[in-house]
């Protein structure tokens, strides 16, 4: 079993930057393969980006790519996102996903961009 709790959320201006962070309980934190998602007001939950449980490997969306990027230290049980030039769409409910032989999510955490 993994619990996920993310924080860093918050108001900032566009072109602002903020750092995401999801603590992880568990034993086996170093075995999963780390991801953040969003969900904006009225649309679907999307993929955002994700490590691999080496840290080693990523991925990105396309609409964050080169804005954005995901860490994670193995030592702490702790994932990052480091958000960078966000814009107004930037804004969702960002969620923390751990996924091995089960997927595991966090509540989430508020991110408003204002224009």
């Known amino acids: 079993q993994v619990q996920l709790v993310e924080s860093g959320g918050g108001l900032v201006q566009a072109g602002g930057s903020l750092r995401l962070s999801c603590a992880a309980s568990g034993r086996t934190f170093s075995t999963y393969t780390m991801g953040w998602f969003r969900q904006a007001p009225g649309k679907e939950r999307e993929f955002v980006a994700a490590?691999?449980?080496?840290?080693?490997?990523?991925n990105y969306a396309n609409s964050v790519k080169g804005r954005f990027t995901i860490s994670r230290d193995n030592a702490k049980n702790t994932v990052y996102l480091q958000m960078n030039s966000l814009k107004p769409e930037d804004t969702a409910v960002y969620y923390c996903?751990?996924?091995?032989?089960?997927?595991?999510w966090g509540k989430g955490t508020l991110v408003t961009v204002s224009s």
């Open positions: 490590i691999s449980w080496s840290g080693i490997s990523t």
């Open positions: 996903n751990a996924k091995g032989s089960m997927d595991y």
